[in-house]
């Protein structure tokens, strides 16, 4: 989404109808820019009209993002560190924009939203479907020290912060499939994201980043490879985004603030109590091989294993490689 379009929302944030030929007097825009950008938030279901009258205004039920509102339900936790919130209409990806902060080095705890992603990508370089306003895209800039050893199988905890955050809001049967997303009635709810910059051995920084399909538009869901679910059809609690951003982003704190100290094996049984792959019969597809056998679950650095059919046992850390289960 470009600037204009941006500066198109905020305008509409009151509510009213604006005609293409108001919007391209509000903001020095030409008409026919004016007019190709409304239609095309009307066309992605953000925008209702009136065609006799060609005016605009935001659906009234649109769920937006805002910072303010988020630390605000943040605030009433006491122990939150210090941290900053950005939300955008819209970026390419939410952990891009991170890492490019962090390399700026920009403070640990940086949170980013976005209402839209226009090149979000999830684990070995997938399309993350992200329709505008719809669901959570989210990353989260984390500074460590003690080298990329001592977070060994953060991916993992963090689903288990997802997961808690989830429960939390009275969602059920959350369930976590190694190495990095989050199922609910056996569809995929979410995903994770881990990316270390800076030197492994030493000092470095962490861009988690989370998706979380919330309401999911049928027209862009089209798109996603695999069974999926949102919110919308599990829950009849009014959880707004906001309410749930702020959720997910205490609960990703938690686990952050002391993760390279305790590591993952604190975590260890809870993520068991979760998973969605133990004794199911997988393939694990790698670059050039494929391996077939039975889950026996995670050990305390957050490797998956395995049984294969000779007998023999095998684990797995994550990298370029993906987990199928066998129907």
Known sequence: ???????????????????????????????????????????????????????????????????????????????????????????????????????????????????????????RGKRWVSPFASNIYMSIVWDFFRGAKSIQGLSLAIGVGVRRALLQLDIKDVKLKWPNDIFVNNRKLGGILVEIIGDPNNACTVIVGIGLNVTMPESQAVEIDQDWIDLSQISDANITRDQLSAKIIGNIFEVLKDFDEIGFSAYLSEWQSADFLKNKTCMINMSNDSITGTVLGVDNSGALRMRLLSGEEKRFLGGEISVRINK
Not at 56 to 77: G, M, P, Q
Not at 90 to 101: G, I, P, V
Not at 103 to 115: C, D, F, I, P, Q
């Open 1 to 123: 989404m470009l600037d204009s379009q941006e500066k198109i929302l905020c305008l509409l944030q009151n509510g009213k109808y604006h005609s293409a030929k108001s919007v391209s007097n509000m903001l020095g825009i030409q008409l026919s820019v004016a007019q190709k950008y409304l239609v095309q938030l009307e066309d992605s279901g953000v925008l209702t009209s009136v065609h006799e009258t060609n005016e605009f205004k935001l659906l009234e039920n649109l769920d937006l993002l805002s910072a303010r509102r988020i630390t605000n339900y943040l605030s009433l936790d006491s122990n939150m560190p210090c941290f900053e919130i950005k939300v955008f209409q819209s970026l390419d990806s939410t952990n891009k924009y991170a890492r490019e902060q962090a390399e700026a080095k920009t403070n640990s705890g940086l949170v980013v939203l976005a209402e839209q992603q226009t090149a979000g990508r999830g684990r």
